[in-house]
């Protein structure tokens, strides 16, 4: 178990500093890292335009930031103990401030990729520190529960934020009359965000006291590598090259499985763990990270796969899809401020197990676009002067509502799992706690997007059975070749319409199968959850150094 006694606190503003200025930048802050999850969605055509990724590549655009930054996080919030959480908060975001300035500048898809990698260690630096900061800076009771609530609706607000802002820069082409590439903005406009907020962290926060004890190397080891790989091979399984039945998937997704029990074994004997297990075996904190990650691998389908519906079936350009997504984070912290205002007069597992419902019965609706397309209809979209393939889906009544509702059932499940997450964790542990429930998020969005995206494979791959024969013969009865490249894309002309003939049928397929992971968040909250509002009263605050548990 970890070490109950603790250094002297660095120097640093006293506790009493100003509250206001100390909850805008860790919620800026929060809002840059978790934004940066999504602002490539929209991006991903542009950047495989530029830089020549395919289909599989630009998949790893979005998971391999999932990957570092989940993989990472336990360690980031060890290091935030041992090191201090406001020194490592600051150096989280000079790394990610500098990542964004190389991705950027990226040449190559790899060059983007490895930037995108080291965006993820300097989240997971910055990001557990963050929320630990928060019980640094603000005292016990309301002031605090408010501050959760900030940065709770940050956490779901950045998602959607993420794809507005991603949209807008996407479509720019000039700044002050010289020429951009709009993509390229979309990393590089982090850089000046975390270098301002990494210069302010001394001057506002409260830096909190460390703990002397020594880091799990080996623990950090195999916990980030055992998620690696395991992330890897789920990935790899879904890919069409692949499968599940190739050596390399199956070698990754065991040396995955070997590596996280190793992890465990570790911490059960280590003196000084990276995650001391009764942090997960606590059944309240245990629940919540069990119902996270399956939210979170449920969420992450409402963001890849819509943010590329709306733009290649239904027609939008890059601003008009994230404008699409306004209503999104409007609803976030209309759920958000309810949660937090309700949280201290009604359970926990009724605010959050309706949250999760609610969310569950948007991606169902999701689940239900209706498109004609058939052969006949695809070629007709992509011929000269053809209206997009989803121009008759209707905004107000087939995504708007389930927008709305997916936001407010996420808003109401970001609150109180945050407030449960580091429930009466020991002081000296915030900032594993933390990182805890940050790994469940990153990590079950990584996991998410490789098990929807097999689901949308194999309802991908039926389609194309049926189509391809078709498709082909009316490309090439319209004078056209189907192996021919469409002019300023890598993909041929009957790539380019098989995409668009599958691509709601593999869309629809990934919806549902994320409203049935909702629904076990669902579930697991119902059933385990059992914090009542006086447990998460100021007399039983994790600020209180709380009894140190039997070892396990």
């Known amino acids: 178990m970890t070490d109950s006694t603790t250094a002297a606190p660095t120097s640093g503003p006293a506790v009493g500093a100003h509250l206001g200025r100390a909850l805008v930048l860790i919620s800026v802050a929060q809002l840059m890292l978790v934004l940066d999850g999504t602002i490539t969605n929209i991006a991903l055509p542009h950047i ?19 990957l570092a930054f989940g993989g990472l996080l336990l360690l980031g919030g060890r290091l935030g103990d041992l090191l201090g959480r406001r020194r490592t908060f600051t150096i989280g975001l000079v790394v990610f401030a500098a990542a964004s300035l190389l991705g950027g500048a990226a040449t190559e898809g790899w060059m983007l990729l490895a930037a995108r990698a080291l965006q993820g260690v300097g989240a997971a630096l910055a990001s557990p520190a963050a929320l630990a900061l928060i019980t640094t800076n603000f005292p016990a009771g309301p002031p605090r529960n408010k501050a959760m609530g900030v940065f709770a609706a940050m956490s779901g607000i950045g998602a959607a934020t993420g794809l507005l802002l991603g949209g807008f820069l996407t479509g720019l082409d000039s700044i002050f009359g010289m020429d951009v590439t709009g993509w390229r903005l979309t990393l590089w406009i982090n850089a000046p965000i975390g270098l301002v907020a990494a210069l302010l962290a001394p001057r506002w926060l409260a830096e909190a006291e460390r703990s002397p004890s020594r880091l799990d190397i080996p623990g950090a080891v195999t916990a980030t590598l055992g998620l690696f790989c395991l992330v890897f091979g789920l990935s790899r399984g879904g890919e069409a090259d692949h499968g599940w039945s190739d ?4 070698v990754t997704l065991v040396a995955g499985v070997v590596l996280l029990t190793a992890f465990v074994l570790i911490e059960r004997r280590v003196a000084n763990p990276l995650l001391p297990l009764r942090i997960v075996l606590d ?46 984070s409007a609803s976030v912290m209309l759920g958000a401020g309810l949660s937090s205002a309700l949280v201290s007069r009604i359970g926990v597992r009724v605010i959050t197990g309706t949250g999760t419902l609610v969310a569950s019965l948007a ?15 695809v070629l007709r979209s992509l011929a000269p002067g053809g209206e997009p393939l989803g121009a008759d889906v209707s905004y107000a009544t087939s995504i708007l509502p389930f927008l709305v509702m997916m936001g407010v059932g996420m808003g109401m499940t970001f609150v109180p799992m945050t407030l449960t997450a580091v429930h009466a964790v020991r002081r000296e542990d915030s900032g594993v706690g933390s990182g805890v429930l940050n790994t469940v998020q990153q990590v079950g969005g990584a996991l998410g997007l490789a098990i929807l995206g097999t689901i949308s494979l194999h309802a991908v791959n039926g389609r194309t059975e049926d189509v391809s024969g078709p498709l082909r013969d009316g490309l090439a009865a319209s004078g056209v070749d189907p192996d021919a490249s469409v002019p300023g894309g890598a993909m041929s002309y009957l ?49 209180a150094p709380a009894p140190v548990a039997d070892p396990v």
């Open 363 to 377: 991606l169902f609706g999701f689940s239900r676009y209706d498109v004609d397309d058939s052969p006949v209809a």
């Open 48 to 66: 495989a335009r530029d830089l020549g990724m395919g289909a599989a590549a630009l998949t790893w655009v979005v998971t391999i930031y999932a």
């Open 283 to 328: 059944r309240t904190r245990g629940t919540s990270f069990g119902a996270m990650l399956f939210a979170a691998a449920a969420m992450i389908s409402m963001f890849y796969f819509n943010g590329q519906f709306v733009q290649r079936i239904m027609g939008y350009e890059p601003l008009h899809a994230g404008v699409a997504f306004l209503p999104f």
């Open 247 to 250: 050596p390399a998937t199956v």
């Open 495 to 543: 790539d380019s319409a098989l995409y668009t003939a599958t691509y709601t049928e593999g869309a629809t397929n990934a919806f549902l199968g994320s409203a049935l992971l909702m629904l076990v968040a669902s579930l697991l909250i119902w059933t385990f959850l059992r914090v009542t509002p006086a447990e998460l009263a100021p007399a039983k605050d994790a600020a």
